[in-house]
């Protein structure tokens, strides 16, 4: 089988080419071709000679992402792919245009096995893991797509990335690699459900990129209801790595809580949730739910999270309120996909948005 080239760091690139019998300053050549150019196939590596190219091709693989689907948001710049691997399972990323530059929100499995209930991408479990190579791509392939140069990155698309942490670690070494993309782990956003294990790991890489938490509910047994992980950990167990993690890396942790008409969005539910965090260095990111139809989950009224918003900054928390972007392009995280999967014309609910036909 060949070896998925840009999955390797560079020390383990050099090794590999210098297997091959190849000069070592050719892995830095070969590096930089496959993450500051992004290249799709050993014959763009156009200093190289066509020899070195022919020897590369044999032994290794580019994993790349074929655009099958890319939705353009007529209200801003947002744009959703859907994207299509070499075995043609299909993931979705989407990039975001903000004040400060493009961010990418990247996948880090096919599908998701934890089983959120609100969540469209888990409704049909886990397929596989995404290799870092293909982490890196859905990047790489927006980039080159739209011509821009991305500076931000969210790990919030479809699956659980301390689910797939080894891959998701060397992805996350290697596009702040500074012969690579030089993303600034600064510019990096990882969320989890709360994989309470891998979150005390994680703390031990010591990173500076943001961990978000998705916490969804203020007690174990609205958490129980919203998400299968809490009966696996319970909250006691997932603040006090929370508190762990912050007081070891000095890093505010970005607590995300989607608000569920009649289900988590009581202005109890707010006090309680401030008991919960109280003293800890975070931040709280309410998310009005995504409506997916399956899940039945209904979005609470703009007063309601005006009013739970209040509550918790009243108690001296800092409080967002996540703005919709692509709001016409609203197929939440994991619909496009399943939507694909069913009918590979779908047209339903893509609303007044461009769709560009790959
Ligand atoms: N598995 C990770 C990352 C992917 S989901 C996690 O759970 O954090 C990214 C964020 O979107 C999570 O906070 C998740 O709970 C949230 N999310 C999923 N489905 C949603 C929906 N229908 N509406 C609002 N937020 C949703």
């Given at each position: 089988?060949?070896?998925?080239?840009?999955?390797?760091?560079?020390?383990?690139?050099?090794?590999a080419?210098?297997?091959?019998?190849?000069?070592?300053y050719?892995?830095?050549?070969?590096?930089?071709?496959?993450h500051?150019?992004?290249?799709?196939?050993?014959?763009?590596?156009?200093?190289?000679?066509?020899?070195l190219?022919a020897?590369?091709?044999?032994?290794?693989v580019?994993?790349?992402?074929?655009i099958?689907?890319?939705l353009?948001?007529?209200?801003?710049?947002?744009?959703?792919y859907?994207?299509?691997?070499?075995?043609?399972e299909?993931?979705?990323?989407?990039?975001?245009?903000y004040k400060?530059?493009?961010?990418?929100?990247?996948s880090?499995q096919?599908?998701?096995?934890m089983g959120?209930r609100?969540?469209?991408?888990?409704?049909?479990?886990?397929?596989?893991?995404l290799t870092?190579?293909?982490?890196?791509?859905?990047?790489?392939?927006?980039?080159?797509d739209?011509?821009?140069?991305?500076?931000?990155?969210?790990?919030m698309?479809?699956?659980?990335?301390?689910?797939?942490?080894?891959?998701?670690?060397?992805?996350?070494?290697?596009?702040?690699?500074?012969?690579?993309?030089?993303?600034?782990?600064?510019?990096?956003?990882?969320?989890?459900?709360?994989?309470?294990?891998?979150?005390?790991?994680?703390?031990?890489?010591?990173?500076?990129?943001?961990?978000?938490?998705?916490?969804?509910?203020?007690?174990?047994?609205?958490?129980?209801?919203?998400?299968?992980?809490?009966?696996?950990?319970?909250?006691?167990?997932l603040?006090?790595a929370?508190?762990?993690?912050?007081e070891?890396?000095?890093r505010?942790?970005?607590?995300?809580?989607?608000?569920?008409?009649?289900?988590?969005?009581?202005?109890a539910?707010?006090?309680?949730?401030?008991?919960l965090?109280?003293?800890m260095?975070?931040?709280v990111?309410?998310?009005?739910?995504n409506?997916?139809?399956?899940?039945?989950?209904?979005?609470?009224?703009?007063?309601?999270?005006?009013?739970?918003?209040?509550?918790?900054?009243?108690?001296?928390?800092?409080?967002?309120?996540?703005?919709?972007?692509?709001?016409?392009?609203?197929a939440?995280?994991?619909?496009?996909?399943?939507?694909?999967?069913?009918?590979?014309?779908?047209?339903a609910?893509?609303?007044?948005?461009?769709?560009e036909?790959?």
């Open positions: 089988m060949k070896a998925d080239i840009a999955s390797l760091t560079l020390p383990e690139l050099t090794e080419v210098t297997a091959l019998g190849l000069p070592k050719r892995a830095s050549q070969i590096f930089r071709w496959l500051k150019a992004g290249v799709r196939d050993f014959d763009e590596m156009t200093d190289l000679p066509l020899k190219r020897d590369l091709s044999n032994n290794f580019i994993f790349s992402c074929d099958e689907k890319k353009c948001s007529e209200y801003d710049n947002t744009v959703k859907l994207y299509r691997l070499h075995d043609g299909r993931i979705e990323s989407v990039v975001m245009q400060y530059g493009y961010t990418v929100c990247v880090s096919v599908g998701c096995r959120c609100f969540c469209a991408s888990t409704l049909e479990g886990v397929v596989r893991n870092p190579s293909e982490i890196l791509a859905q990047i790489y392939t927006a980039e080159r739209l011509g821009i140069r991305v500076s931000h990155v969210v790990m698309g479809m699956g659980e990335p301390l689910d797939n942490y080894d891959n998701v670690l060397r992805f996350l070494r290697l596009i702040a690699d500074p012969d690579g993309k030089n993303i600034s782990m600064r510019h990096i956003s990882l969320s989890t459900c709360g994989v309470v294990p891998k979150i005390y790991a994680l703390m031990e890489e010591d990173l500076q990129l943001t961990l978000s938490v998705s916490l969804h509910a203020p007690t174990d047994e609205i958490r129980r209801a919203m998400m299968p992980v809490a009966k696996k950990w319970d909250l006691k167990a603040t006090d929370c508190r762990a993690y912050t070891r890396t000095s505010r942790i970005s607590f995300e809580y989607a608000l569920v008409r009649g289900v988590n969005d009581s202005p539910c707010a006090e309680t949730l401030a008991k965090l109280r003293g260095l975070c931040h990111n309410l998310i009005p739910v409506e997916v139809a399956e899940t039945g989950c209904k979005e609470s009224a703009p007063e309601t999270v005006r009013r739970f918003a209040e509550i918790l900054s009243g108690k001296g928390f800092a409080v967002t309120v996540r703005r919709k972007l692509g709001a016409d392009i609203n939440a995280c994991g619909q496009l996909r399943r939507g694909a999967a069913k009918n590979d014309t779908f047209s609910d893509i609303g007044p948005a461009q769709e036909k790959q």
